[in-house]
C-alpha cells in the first residue's frame, strides 16, 4: 500500500499541492485526475522522488521514503516501475535493450535469465516482434507499451504511470488502459495512474482521486464519480459534450 | 566486460574515431597553410630555409595541434554531448534513471569525461603528425623547400618538452569541453529551443575556457 501524507509543495510564491493526502491500495488501479496545472504530475513526482515537498509523507507500505535512509530509499525504488509521459525510452538502446536496461545495471542475474525475463515482458505488452527496432522505428503507442514492459521488468510492487493515454488515438488508449488494468490485477500491483482522459476515468479508475488547484476536491471510484456535488468535479467530467449530452 | 568500462568504451568511439575525419583534415590544412605563410614571410637569404619547418614544428606542436584541435573539438563534441543530455533531460530519459535508482550524472556525465581525455591527447598526437606532414607535402609541392632541407629543419633544435605540453594541454581542455558540455546539457530545462541554446552555450563557453586555459597553462609551464 502506498500511503501520501499532508503533501506540499511550492514553487516560489506559488503553491503547487496544499496538503494532499490519500491511500493506495494493491491490486487497485487509483486514478489521480485534474486539469492541466492542477499538480497531478507534481504529486506523482513527489511520490516517486523526483520533486522533493517541503512538507508531508510518502509510505511505502509503511516504509519512509522521503526522509528514510539510502538503503530504504534504494529498496523501495527498485520496487517501483514507472511508465513516463513520453515512453523516456534511451534512443541509443533497441526495444529490447531498453526493457532489459533495469535488469544490467540492478541486477546481478545471468545473461540468459534477463534475456528470458525482458522478453517475457515484451511477449505480455505484444511486442516480441520489434525487440530489435530502435525507439525511433516505433509509434507512440508502441512506445508506452515498450516503457510498461521496462516498468514491469524487475516485478514491481508499485506501478506508477503519467498519462499513459497521452497523443493517442482512442482504440489505442483504450488498449494501453486494458493492459495497466490486466498487468495490475495479474500482478497485484499498486498501480497510480495521472489522467485527465475521461475513457480511462471510467475504464480502469477503481478510486479516483480528483485534485483542483493543488487540492484534493473529491474521492471516489468510477461508478459514484457521476453522483458528485463537487461543482469544479462535474465541470471537469461534463467539459466533455457527449457526457454532457448523456447526462441531460 | 563492466557496465562503465562498456559505456567509456562507446563513448571513446563517438568522441574520439568519430571525430578522426575532422581532425585529420583540419590539421593537415593548417600544417600546409604555415608552412607557405611562414615561407612567404621570409625574404631574406640570410635565413635559412630549414627554419620554415622548425616554425611549422614548433607551432604545430605548442599552439595549433593542440589548441586548434580542442577548439574544433568543442564544437563538434561540445555540442553533441549538450544536445544529446539536453535531449535525455526534456524527454525524462535521465529522470527514468532516477526513478530506477541510477545515479543518472555518474552513469551518463563520467564517462564522456573520461572517454574526451583518453581521446584527446591521441587526436592532438594525430594532429600534429598530420599537420608537419601537411607543411611538408605543400611545402615540397610548391617548391617553397626541399624535403631534405625541411626534415632537418624538424630535427634541429627540438625540445622534447614541448610534446609533454601538449599532451598536458590537451587533458586540461578535454575536461574542460566535456564537463562544461555536461553541465550545460544536463541541466537543460525546457523543450527543443532550451535545447539548440544549451548546445551553443556549451561551445562558446568551452571555447572561452579552452583559451583561458591555454593562456594559464603557457605561462605556468613554460
Same mark, same amino acid.
Given at each position: 500500500m502506498i500511503e501520501i501524507k499532508n503533501i506540499q509543495k511550492t514553487f516560489g510564491e506559488r503553491t503547487i499541492l496544499s496538503g494532499i493526502s490519500g491511500k493506495f491500495l494493491p491490486g487497485d488501479t487509483s486514478l489521480i485526475i485534474g486539469g492541466s496545472g492542477t499538480g497531478k504530475s507534481v504529486l506523482l513526482k513527489c511520490m516517486i522522488g523526483l520533486i522533493k515537498p517541503e512538507e508531508g509523507q510518502v509510505l511505502y507500505d509503511g516504509r519512509d521514503f522521503l526522509t528514510g535512509d539510502e538503503d530504504?530509499?534504494? %529498496? *523501495?525504488?527498485?520496487?517501483?516501475?514507472? $511508465? @513516463?509521459?513520453?515512453?523516456?525510452?534511451?534512443?541509443?538502446?533497441t526495444v529490447l535493450e531498453n526493457v532489459r536496461f533495469p535488469l544490467d545495471m540492478l541486477t546481478n542475474m545471468p545473461t540468459?535469465?534477463?534475456?528470458?525475463?525482458?522478453?517475457?515482458?515484451?511477449?505480455?505488452?505484444?511486442?516480441?516482434?520489434?525487440?530489435?527496432?530502435?525507439?525511433?522505428?516505433?509509434?507512440?503507442?508502441?512506445?508506452?507499451?515498450?516503457?510498461?514492459?521496462? %516498468? *514491469?521488468?524487475?516485478?514491481?510492487?508499485? $506501478? @506508477?504511470?503519467?498519462?499513459?493515454?497521452?497523443?493517442?488515438?482512442?482504440?489505442?488508449?483504450?488498449?494501453?488502459?486494458?493492459?495497466?488494468?490486466?498487468?495490475?490485477?495479474?500482478?497485484k500491483i499498486t498501480t497510480v495512474v495521472i489522467t485527465h482522459d475521461m475513457n480511462s476515468m471510467m475504464e480502469i479508475g477503481e478510486k479516483i482521486m480528483f485534485l483542483y488547484q493543488g487540492k484534493k476536491m473529491w474521492e471516489g471510484t468510477s461508478s459514484t464519480i457521476t453522483q458528485s456535488n463537487v461543482a469544479e468535479l462535474n465541470e471537469f467530467i461534463y467539459a466533455n459534450k457527449l457526457l454532457r449530452d448523456t447526462k441531460a | 566486460m563492466g557496465v562503465y568500462s562498456k559505456l567509456v568504451l562507446d563513448e571513446c568511439i563517438q568522441i574520439g574515431i568519430n571525430?578522426?575525419?575532422?581532425?585529420?583534415?583540419?590539421?593537415?590544412?593548417?600544417?600546409a597553410v604555415t608552412c607557405v605563410q611562414t615561407a612567404y614571410n621570409l625574404v631574406s637569404p640570410l635565413v635559412p630555409l630549414t627554419i620554415i619547418a622548425v616554425i611549422v614544428r614548433d607551432s604545430t606542436i605548442l599552439e595549433l595541434a593542440p589548441t586548434i584541435t580542442c577548439v574544433v573539438l568543442s564544437g563538434k563534441v561540445g555540442s553533441n554531448i549538450a544536445g544529446g543530455l539536453g535531449t535525455m533531460r526534456i524527454t525524462e530519459q535521465i529522470d527514468a534513471?532516477?526513478?530506477?535508482?541510477?545515479?543518472?550524472?555518474?552513469?551518463?556525465?563520467?564517462?564522456?569525461?573520461?572517454?574526451?581525455?583518453?581521446?584527446?591527447?591521441?587526436?592532438?598526437?594525430?594532429?600534429?603528425?598530420?599537420?608537419?606532414?601537411?607543411?611538408?607535402?605543400?611545402?615540397?609541392?610548391a617548391d617553397i623547400i626541399t624535403?631534405?632541407?625541411?626534415?632537418?629543419?624538424?630535427?634541429?633544435?627540438?625540445?622534447?618538452?614541448?610534446?609533454?605540453f601538449a599532451l598536458i594541454k590537451s587533458v586540461v581542455f578535454a575536461f574542460l569541453i566535456s564537463t562544461i558540455s555536461?553541465?550545460?546539457?544536463?541541466?537543460?530545462?525546457?523543450?527543443?529551443?532550451?535545447v539548440g541554446q544549451a548546445s551553443t552555450a556549451a561551445v562558446t563557453n568551452s571555447c572561452i575556457a579552452v583559451l583561458a586555459a591555454d593562456f594559464l597553462l603557457a605561462q605556468l609551464l613554460l
Open positions: 530504504t530509499q534504494k %529498496a *523501495i525504488r527498485r520496487e517501483m516501475g514507472v $511508465l @513516463f509521459q513520453g515512453g523516456a525510452l534511451f534512443d541509443s538502446k540468459s535469465e534477463k534475456m528470458e525475463r525482458a522478453q517475457f515482458c515484451l511477449q505480455r505488452v505484444g511486442l516480441e516482434n520489434a525487440a530489435d527496432r530502435m525507439p525511433s522505428e516505433i509509434s507512440g503507442g508502441m512506445k508506452k507499451r515498450v516503457g510498461i514492459a521496462r %516498468a *514491469i521488468v524487475m516485478n514491481p510492487k508499485y $506501478l @506508477f504511470c503519467d498519462e499513459p493515454n497521452s497523443g493517442l488515438d482512442p482504440l489505442t488508449s483504450i488498449k494501453i488502459d486494458e493492459l495497466i488494468r490486466e498487468i495490475t490485477d495479474e500482478f | 571525430s578522426v575525419f575532422i581532425v585529420s583534415i583540419v590539421s593537415t590544412f593548417i600544417g534513471l532516477e526513478v530506477m535508482g541510477i545515479n543518472s550524472s555518474s552513469y551518463l556525465v563520467l564517462p564522456k569525461v573520461l572517454a574526451s581525455m583518453i581521446t584527446f591527447p591521441m587526436l592532438v598526437i594525430l594532429a600534429g603528425f598530420l599537420s608537419i606532414y601537411g607543411g611538408y607535402i605543400a611545402g615540397t609541392a624535403p631534405e632541407d625541411y626534415i632537418s629543419g624538424l630535427r634541429s633544435d627540438f625540445k622534447p618538452f614541448s610534446i609533454t555536461s553541465f550545460k546539457g544536463y541541466y537543460t530545462a525546457g523543450g527543443a529551443l532550451e
